[in-house]
């Protein structure tokens, strides 16, 4: 075969949304997976169709965020797999309803072989904001998506205030750069608003911070606590800032 | 399990964006890991040429037997997947990955093993095309 077929299902899909976010950073542990859940919440309270959908096959953890028993995620099949109904607007995909949340080593092409996998028979219809999380840092995953989706995903950089991060992310960004990402959309976590200048200065789109948050803990496993939690309200900013700016 | 559309929506895709519109015959080569319903894919692919205004005349589908292969001490084995539990191959059905949440290597009992053939589709090929 002379390219991959799933390859133009997934753009098929893909393309139904108004919009995909692709969650990235460069770094490990900055808040992309509690930031990819969290907007997905507040992109379905908000009344759109939302879709979450975890890319992150070998840590894969917005279930956790969520408080669902890999057990009870289970997908319906029509002309594809239609994802699980979290809320009534949110509609969710993970892996860990097949591995049963057992631990899998996904080599390089494996992992390029499960995204397109997945990418073609998950159907993403009806919905209108498409938050999709990965893994830290830019493996095959991220460079499959960004290459071949390059029209329809937006990335998300999400990135936590230090000195020793901003290298990290300079090179994120040249990468994005290079392949052709004019914009680039930017959420600074654990701050207060400290990297909006470097963001500016890098022509990224700021779209807000979220505080440091200790009691985030408590709140974790479940929508009920995540929803009335002091995060929701920077949250929401964001949320609104991602669809003005990204907006037609 | 009918995923099977989303499937052949994507060798029907793959046809069309290769140019190809009439053909005597379109083979289509499977992975047994998968346990495709060959009957459910042969319809899905049916109707979808139809709908796409391709002709390709007979469809054949091939199942290739799964070979899996340790990375650590370089075994091969094959799989057989009806002799798995129904969530297991249910799980492989859709994403052929799942296998390494399931499976190890049964000489050395190394989770660093590969899926040398047998995982989804791996050819599609249109006979005496125009
Ligand atoms: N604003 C915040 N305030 C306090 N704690 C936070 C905040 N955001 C995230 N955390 C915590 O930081 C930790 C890492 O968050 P998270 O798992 O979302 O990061 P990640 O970027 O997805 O990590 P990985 O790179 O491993 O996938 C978690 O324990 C989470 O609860
Ligand atoms: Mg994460
Ligand atoms: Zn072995």
């Known amino acids: 075969m002379i390219e991959d077929p799933r390859t133009l299902k997934a753009i098929k899909n893909l393309e139904s949304p108004r919009s995909v976010y692709l969650v990235v950073s460069s770094k490990g542990g900055v808040g992309k997976t509690t930031v990819s859940t969290l907007l997905a919440l507040v992109s379905s309270i908000e009344g759109h169709s939302t879709g979450l959908l975890d890319l992150d096959f070998v840590n894969p953890s917005t279930h956790i965020i969520l408080g669902l028993d890999p057990r009870v995620i289970k997908y319906e099949e029509e002309k594809g797999v239609k994802p699980y109904m979290v809320l009534d607007n949110l509609y969710y995909f993970t892996i860990v309803s097949y591995t049963m949340d057992n631990p899998i080593a996904l080599r390089g092409g494996d992992a390029s072989n499960a995204l397109w996998e997945i990418l073609a028979i998950v159907r993403w219809n009806n919905v209108e904001n498409l938050y999709i999380d990965t893994p830290p840092g830019i493996g095959d995953e991220h460079l499959d998506i960004l290459y071949r989706l390059r029209r329809i995903v937006k990335p998300i950089v999400v990135a936590t205030p230090s000195r020793l991060a901003l290298r990290s992310i300079d090179r994120l960004v040249d990468i994005l750069r290079e392949m052709g990402y004019g914009e680039i959309l930017f959420i600074e976590n654990m701050g207060n608003g400290l990297l909006r200048s470097y963001a500016i200065e890098k022509k990224l789109i700021y779209t807000g911070f979220i505080p440091y948050i200790s009691e985030i803990e408590e709140s974790i496993g479940s929508i009920e606590k995540l929803l009335k939690s002091d995060l929701l309200s920077y949250v929401k900013t964001i949320y609104k800032n991602l669809r003005g700016f990204t907006r037609g | ?130």
């Not at chain 2, 053909?23 to 346990?35: D, E, F, M, N, P």
């Open chain 2, 1 to 130: 399990m009918v995923h099977e559309w989303a499937l052949a929506e994507a060798i029907v895709l793959y046809i069309e964006n290769q140019g190809v519109k009439r053909g005597r015959r379109l083979v289509v080569k499977t992975g047994a890991l998968q346990s495709i319903d060959r009957e459910v894919l042969e319809f899905a692919l049916r109707m979808l040429i139809k709908e796409h205004g391709l002709e390709l005349g007979e469809i054949e589908i091939v199942e290739e037997e799964p070979l899996l292969k340790c990375r650590n001490c370089g075994y091969e084995w094959r799989l057989d997947p009806s002799s798995m539990s129904q969530d297991v191959r249910e799980s492989i059905h859709f994403l052929p990955e799942s296998i390494y949440a399931y499976y190890r290597c049964p000489r050395c009992g190394s989770i660093d093993f590969e899926i040398v053939k047998g995982r989804g589709i791996s050819e599609i090929r249109v006979e005496d095309h125009d």
